[in-house]
């Protein structure tokens, strides 16, 4: 059975090297979000803009760039096709719903991985909705791997905006709730071991965007 980890491609040899006895693998990532509307008024897609931690970027990028130079979009283009091919089976991790009903997405379009002067690397990608919609009372999302073996975390500054939405549409992003005592105790246990399935940290931990329009 497949599980999330293989998400990682090719880094999962180097954080899995290290046999059942090393602590629970983890990247983290850093996101920002773009909610993309129609002409008419309907949300069409969100696109992903997700910066890898160092030690990913790090391992990504080797052997790609020599004397210092950066790797280029068309040098990682094959691991962004990998990475997004992957995605497809656990939801591009992205989760989204509209007055409480799921919301579907296509296959991701307009995707590339880049590295930054900071050497960090960026996967950057777009979900359509299968069917763009009029946003209800709430149409909410949030960006997540229910396994946390991946750790995404909203961008500090401007972490989520709205490209080409009506007048009067806003953003508000809800912080995760507190874990109750026994959640955190597993956390902090959860560096030292793999977690349990069931676990469900990512969405515990996930924010939540509310896009509201009049």
């Not at 293989?6 to 059942?20: D, I, K, N």
């Not at 160092?54 to 096709?81: C, H, I, N, R, W």
Request: a negative charge; proline letters at 8%; aromatic letters at 10%.
């Amino acid at each position: 059975m497949r599980t999330p980890q293989r998400l990682t491609l090719s880094l999962l040899a180097l954080l899995l090297g290290a046999g059942p006895a090393a602590a629970h693998p983890h990247v983290w990532v850093t996101a920002h979000e773009d909610v993309i509307f129609q002409p008419d008024g309907k949300i069409a897609a969100i696109r992903n803009s997700w910066i890898f931690d160092d030690m990913y970027s790090a391992f990504a990028v080797q052997g790609l760039a020599k004397d210092g130079q950066l790797a280029t979009k068309e040098q990682l283009a094959p691991l962004a096709k990998t990475n997004v091919d992957s995605l497809a089976e656990f939801g591009y991790f992205t989760f989204a719903k509209n007055d409480g009903a799921k919301v579907d997405f296509g296959p991701p379009k307009d995707y590339s991985l880049e590295e930054r002067p900071d050497k960090l690397v960026v996967l950057t990608f777009t979900v359509p909705l299968k069917d763009p919609l009029v946003p209800g009372k709430a149409f909410t999302f949030s960006v997540y791997d229910p396994t946390f073996f991946v750790d995404f975390s909203l961008a500090k500054t401007a972490p989520v905006s709205l490209a080409g939405a009506p007048k009067g549409c806003s953003i508000s992003v809800l912080g995760a709730n507190p874990l109750d005592v026994q959640d955190a105790k597993q956390l902090s246990e959860a560096f030292y071991q793999n977690l349990s399935p069931g676990a469900n940290f990512g969405m515990k931990l996930a924010d939540r965007v509310i896009v509201a329009c009049p």
